[in-house]
């Protein structure tokens, strides 16, 4: 049977009620997963990687999310919504699997009953008890720097991502095995403007080297773990991040190279310091904009 | 080509962006990139489907557009895209001369045939 259309195809794919575009599989997000935790690892220490994750994925989308109605290409600016959303449903996943175990901090007390963990979690913690780290919520910038930001991020989380697929504990495996396909594609995109970007016009050649220069520092702290992420991984749960560091620094050196963009010198390792929920100013700002709704109007539909 | 640069809500040509994304940047020309037009090939379907047009830097750039705007929905497995420029078109003041001629050759269209009941996709 043929489709007139490619819409048609899919109209036909989700009952043939022309109702597909309003969204389909809103279900829990964990609904028929076996969400036991395997012997052996501690559901609190699971609890808190998954919010390091789920944070790093949360707050770049919403960076990312700042870009609509404001892209300098309406492709350019669907592409960025796209990005943003596929971090979000990874961030939905990761705060389902915190909430699972019981990292609920003081969310739980915050939101009413009938939001979900994943919900209370993204909306109602302060920026204290956020584990993202500093790369991500860092203000955007400009176009070049947000390409840059956006290359550094996905080829970070792409490095870690494809080692968690082999974690002990299930859940997360499957987020990772989904996510590995999303940041690929992330990766791509981003090191494709990087690319076009640094090797295009004398503008564009240093805005996007500006961009390098300001998101460079933020490396410091990406490869240093903490001790939650240092007894996960010895249980095989967890990646230690200083084992990412040679394939992300040989990524970011290839593309930049290529580019014709100069590579900083890698910043010295400082402790963690979003992990542990220190943050700058602007992650306040941030969640204002992302939370303000939700803790006024808590449970609101429309 | 048209030159009127406030048609497309100041999207500007040059992806430089401002500062802080809420800032207004006066737009450059969007004409600069070419038009392309996207088909797209369902995961039922058989062949590529004309599915939009949109405009890009260059040929790669215009699948990763196409594929951001026109398969978001999972609508497709195959994308193809052309330069709107390359498409040579029947013109519309050819019309008469190129399809009138084949409205009244009833004979071309295979019905003067008994179709057996069973035999399928006809």
């Not at chain 1, 989700?14 to 012997?39: I, K, S």
């Not at chain 2, 088909?39 to 004309?50: A, E, Q, S, T």
């Not at chain 2, 994308?79 to 498409?87: G, L, P, R, S």
Request: aromatic share 6%; proline share 7%.
């Amino acid at each position: 049977m043929r489709e007139e259309t490619v819409y048609d195809a899919l109209d036909h794919a989700h009952g043939g009620e022309g109702q597909w575009a309003f969204g389909t599989g809103f279900d829990e997000p964990l609904a028929g997963v076996d969400t036991t935790v395997p012997t052996g690892i501690d559901p609190a220490d699971l609890g808190e990687y998954c919010l390091m994750l789920g944070d790093d994925a949360l707050v770049l989308a919403q960076r990312l999310t700042q870009w609509v109605t404001a892209a300098p290409e309406l492709e350019e600016e669907v592409a960025v919504a796209n990005t943003a959303l596929d971090l979000l449903g990874q961030a939905r996943l990761l705060l389902a699997r915190a909430g699972s175990v019981g990292a609920l901090g003081r969310s739980r007390e915050r939101a009413t009953p009938s939001i979900p963990d994943e919900d209370a979690l993204a909306y109602f913690r302060d920026p204290d008890e956020f584990r993202n780290t500093g790369l991500v919520e860092a203000p955007g910038g400009d176009f070049g720097q947000t390409m840059v930001r956006l290359l550094v991020a996905a080829t970070v989380r792409l490095a870690v991502f494809a080692q968690l697929r082999t974690s002990r504990d299930p859940v997360l495996a499957a987020i990772a095995a989904k996510g590995v396909h999303e940041l690929t594609y992330h990766r791509d995109h981003a090191a494709r403007w990087v690319l076009r970007l640094g090797d295009g016009t004398p503008t564009s050649h240093s805005r996007a080297q500006a961009g390098v220069d300001a998101v460079w520092p933020l490396l410091a702290e990406v490869f240093s773990p903490t001790d939650v992420e240092r007894r996960l991984t010895a249980a095989g749960v967890a990646i230690d991040p200083a084992g990412t560091r040679a394939e992300v620094t040989a990524v970011l050196t290839q593309v930049l190279e290529q580019a014709t963009l100069r590579v900083p010198a890698w910043p010295a390792d400082v402790p963690p310091r979003g992990r542990t929920g220190q943050h700058s100013p602007e992650l306040t700002t941030l969640l204002a904009e992302l939370q303000g709704l939700a803790r006024q109007h808590p449970a609101a539909t429309w | 080509m048209s030159t009127d640069l406030t048609a497309e809500g100041g999207h500007g040509a040059v992806p430089t962006g401002p500062e802080v994304p809420v800032a207004d940047q006066p737009a450059v020309s969007r004409r600069d990139w070419p038009l392309y037009e996207v088909f797209v090939r369902g995961k039922r379907g058989l062949n590529h489907v004309h599915v939009g047009s949109l405009h890009a830097p260059d040929d790669e750039m215009a699948v990763h557009a196409a594929r951001d705007v026109y398969t978001r929905r999972n609508e497709g497995v195959s994308i193809w895209v052309v330069q709107a420029a390359d498409i040579t078109a029947s013109s519309p003041d050819e019309k008469d001369p190129m399809f009138a001629p084949s409205g009244d050759k009833v004979y071309r269209h295979p019905t003067f045939y008994e179709i057996p009941e069973n035999v399928p996709h006809i």
